[in-house]
C-alpha cells in the first residue's frame, strides 16, 4: 500500500487551523486594546471635569465643581484623549463629582469575516474635585 504523501492534508488542515486561532487571539487583543483606550479616554475625561470648580464656591472656601462646564470639558477631553473614530462621549456633574460614559466601537477584522458583528466597548469613569 502507498502511503507516500498522506500527510499533506492534514498538514495544510493544521495550518489552516493555526492561523484561524491565531487571528481570533489578534482580534481578542484588539478588542482588548480598545477597551483600554475607551477607559484611559474615560478617565483622562473624568479627571479633566474634575477640575472645573465653580468660582464663587471657590472664594467661599469650598470645593465645588460648575456642572455645565465640567460635563463640556469632561466630553471634550474625553473624545480628544487618544481620538478614535467614531467615539463618542457623555457626561453627568453635580457639585460633587463628574461622572462620563465613553462609547467606542471595534471593527474585528477576523471573525468579522465569519458573519460576527462589530463590538461596542462601554468604559465609565467618575471624579471628584479635590480626590481626582
Given at each position: 500500500?502507498?502511503?507516500r ?52 464656591d471657590?472664594?467661599?472656601g ?44 471595534y ?26
Open positions: 500500500m502507498n502511503e504523501g498522506s500527510m499533506l492534508p492534514m498538514l495544510g488542515a493544521l495550518i489552516f487551523a493555526g492561523l484561524v486561532v491565531l487571528g481570533l487571539a489578534l482580534d481578542v487583543a484588539l478588542l482588548g486594546a480598545t477597551y483600554r483606550q475607551a477607559a484611559f479616554a474615560a478617565d483622562t475625561g473624568a479627571e479633566a471635569g474634575a477640575a472645573v470648580l465653580s468660582v464663587d471657590a472664594y467661599a469650598v470645593l465645588a465643581l460648575d456642572p455645565v462646564e465640567a460635563e463640556r470639558v469632561a466630553v471634550d477631553a474625553a473624545v480628544r484623549a487618544r481620538a478614535a473614530a467614531g467615539r463618542t462621549a457623555t457626561a453627568s456633574a453635580d457639585p460633587t463629582q463628574v461622572c462620563i460614559t465613553v462609547v467606542d466601537h471593527e474585528p477584522r477576523l471573525i468579522g469575516s465569519l458573519g460576527i458583528g462589530p463590538a461596542t466597548v462601554t468604559a465609565t469613569a467618575c471624579a471628584e474635585p479635590g480626590r481626582g
